[in-house]
């Protein structure tokens, strides 16, 4: 057995969580291999909407197995809280809830260096979440780090004053910010108890064997490719490898191991925080696909920056991540508009290319546009693809030409019911 893999193609926000929930009917194991509670995968079902930051999107799926892989930072505080939620609107998740030892812990402290960090940067700050994310991921590279294991040791609590003790001077830096330490260090010593309350794992065995046994096991990630710290538009990017490649060292799988990789785009663009967005549209229209998207965000609710779609930007992180068919969600967003734009190539230095420049913050990029006629009609009720307006279907297939993939689920709604499938090439429901 192999292990797809569902990401989104984009700066994130592509309604990865949607997509995984959907598919996750048809899998054995649900697998998050990184990022942290920055990520907000938001589901609606039976008049319901449930955001996730940690916890994987099979969560709601009766049976499932879902994991929380080594790649993964974990803050206690924010899992606590998404296990209460849970517990409330009956969600049986004990013993499908599994964690992994390996996964680093975010402390109140990584929260406070984030906040710290990202005020004293004034105008040329990042977009930070400002969720310690990068603190933590600086001290597991740095091996400083905690992790989940550690809180089973007996020496646990000398590792964690003496972490505390060097976040506390590297404070000294910078000026001072309102931050309530005491009661957050409170707060999290007591999550703890819940983090101790799930089964962890040895990630990496636990999966392998998984794949022996015959399981079936989807990968999600977190944050968009555009976003991975190698090949995103840094230094605004996360501190993660969202790609593909990511799932190998967040999982502890080999890479014949990866099977079907399923790549998310909405049928526009958006990004949230600071950095390049060529396609951005800083105008009346951004605002208005801001509106009809209610494109703001589900972990910080800052509104979205929106723009047309960026082919040469999916294109290439199709490339990166070897997608092998595609998901278009948000579709029914353009349902108002006359005529829609997409971005076919670049102008750089007065050429035109497909190909992102090196540093794309830096370069002066002209997007070169293809209009394409509107449907003007809404997408309600529609459950098969014919059924799709045609001149919806021939921007659909205008997309598919161009990135050389086949799109084969189109998301018409944010409600689990609206997905319509053309053919998936993995187990579906």
């Known amino acids: 057995m192999a292990i797809d893999v569902i990401l989104g193609l984009q700066w994130g926000d592509e309604g990865k969580g949607k997509i995984v929930d959907y ?77 992994a030892r390996k996964a680093h812990l975010i402390l109140p402290t990584h929260r406070y260096l984030d906040a710290a960090s990202e005020r004293a940067k004034g105008k040329a700050k990042i977009g930070s979440t400002l969720k310690g994310i990068g603190p933590t991921y600086m001290d597991k590279t740095g091996r400083n780090g905690l992790r989940v294991g550690d809180i089973m040791q007996r020496n646990f609590e000398e590792h964690y004053r003496n972490l505390k003790e060097k976040h506390l001077s590297l404070l000294a830096i910078y000026p001072d910010i309102d931050f309530g330490l005491a009661e957050e260090e409170e707060k999290w010593m007591q999550s703890l108890e819940v983090l101790r309350s799930l089964e962890l794992v040895d990630g990496e065995y636990y999966i392998n064997q998984a794949l022996r046994e015959g399981k079936r096991i989807l990968a999600e990630g977190a944050q968009g490719s555009m976003l991975d710290i190698d090949f995103g538009t840094y230094p605004f990017v996360t501190s993660s490898n969202t790609i593909t490649a990511g799932v190998c060292t967040g999982l502890g799988v080999a890479p014949d191991k990866i099977g079907e990789v399923i790549g998310i785009s909405k049928a526009y663009c958006t990004r949230v925080g600071s950095g390049p967005f060529p396609t951005e549209q800083d105008n009346e229209l951004g605002e208005r696909l801001r509106t009809e998207g209610g494109e703001f965000g589900a972990t910080t609710g800052r509104p979205r920056r929106c723009g047309w779609i960026d082919l040469p930007q999916l294109k290439y992180t199709i490339m990166l991540n070897g997608v092998t068919q595609l998901a278009i969600t948000k579709i029914d967003v353009l349902n108002n508009f006359d005529t829609i734009q997409v971005a076919t190539a ?69 409600e689990r019911s609206k997905l319509i499938v053309k053919r998936v090439n993995a187990p579906t429901p």
């Open 23 to 99: 598919l996750a009917a048809s899998y054995d194991v649900v697998a998050r291999f990184q990022g942290g509670p920055n990520a907000g995968h938001t589901l609606k079902f039976d008049g319901k909407k449930f955001v996730l930051h940690t916890v994987p999107s099979g969560i709601f799926r009766p049976g499932l197995i879902n994991l929380i892989g080594n790649g993964v930072v974990a803050d206690p505080i924010t899992l606590a809280e998404e296990i209460r939620k849970l517990e409330e609107a009956g969600v049986d998740f004990k013993g499908r809830l599994l964690m």
């Open 346 to 414: 670049y102008e750089v230095d007065g050429r035109l290319t497909d190909e992102l420049p090196y540093d794309i913050c830096e370069t002066d990029i002209s997007p070169a546009y293809e209009a394409f006629q509107g449907w003007r009609q809404s997408l309600e009720g529609i459950t098969d693809y014919q059924g799709i307006p045609l001149a919806a279907r021939e921007y659909l297939r205008a997309l598919e030409a161009y990135l050389g993939v086949p799109i084969t689920m189109v998301s018409t709604g944010p």
